[in-house]
């Protein structure tokens, strides 16, 4: 079974520009998740869809951040413009259902730095 | 979201036993508890949950005490490859289903 994919795994940008990163869950997984991880921290969730609507973006920082679920499948996440404190990989995760009792599958992740 | 108590780092040696502790105290009927371990440069993987009864799987047995106030992860032979950062999560079944990552444990393993 493919797991989860993202890309691209890295990406170095100068402050104020802006990025895009891409996640393609499980197949069948209703539950996607983006998460941000600061170095030595543990993930911290962003946003997450059940298929493609929105369940919770309550620590997305909007002014800057977006995404999206296209058809319940894809998603992408953007940071426009940049600042230095996003420096961080950025993990996708996706489940089954979405519930307590439910395992989230991890992505490689897409570690980024702002220059 | 409850929270979790862990130690920030642990060592063991190879082929040993490795017991990891994590405290809950404030845990709620409704909370799963959730381990994940994240290896080096990768994304968390899942290792084991439970609800109340003790549970083993093919990585580790996850020990959780009477009283659902701690738990204990065992990984019963350590290996090189087990060394990782290991989070306790507790998740509620009923509400939000987002994981809630605290700073874990980084568990080293000398050969």
């Known amino acids: 079974e493919a797991g989860v994919a993202q890309s691209p795994r890295y990406k170095i940008i100068e402050k104020r520009q802006s990025v895009a990163f891409w996640c393609n869950p499980i197949?069948?997984?209703?539950?996607l998740y983006w998460y941000q991880q600061i170095l030595g921290q543990g993930p911290k969730l962003l946003i997450q869809?059940?298929?493609?609507?929105?369940?919770?973006d309550s620590q997305l920082p909007k002014d800057r951040f977006s995404a999206e679920r296209l058809k319940g499948v894809d998603s992408t996440l953007k940071i426009q413009p940049a600042k230095l404190e996003d420096s961080a990989v950025y993990l996708c995760?996706?489940?089954?259902f979405g519930q307590g009792g439910d395992e989230q599958f991890f992505g490689p992740g897409t570690r980024l730095t702002v220059l | 979201d409850a929270k979790t108590t862990q130690p920030n780092s642990m060592e063991s040696n190879e082929e040993e036993p490795v017991h990891l502790p994590c405290n809950h105290s404030?845990?709620?009927?409704?909370?799963?508890i959730h381990w994940y371990r994240q290896l080096p440069s990768q994304g968390p993987e899942y290792v084991i949950h439970?609800?109340?009864s003790n549970v083993n799987n093919r990585m580790a047995s996850l020990a959780i005490a009477e009283d659902r106030k701690s738990s204990t992860l065992i990984l019963h032979r350590a290996t090189l490859r087990d060394a990782a950062v290991y989070y306790c999560?507790?998740?509620?079944?009923?509400?939000?289903?987002?994981?809630?990552f605290g700073q874990g444990t980084r568990l080293t393993i000398n050969p």
């Open positions: 404030t845990i709620s009927g409704t909370d799963y």
């Open positions: 999560i507790l998740r509620d079944f009923q509400g939000a289903q987002k994981l809630v």
């Open positions: 439970g609800l109340t």
């Open positions: 995760a996706s489940s089954f």
């Open positions: 197949s069948g997984h209703a539950t």
């Open positions: 869809f059940q298929n493609n609507g929105v369940v919770d």
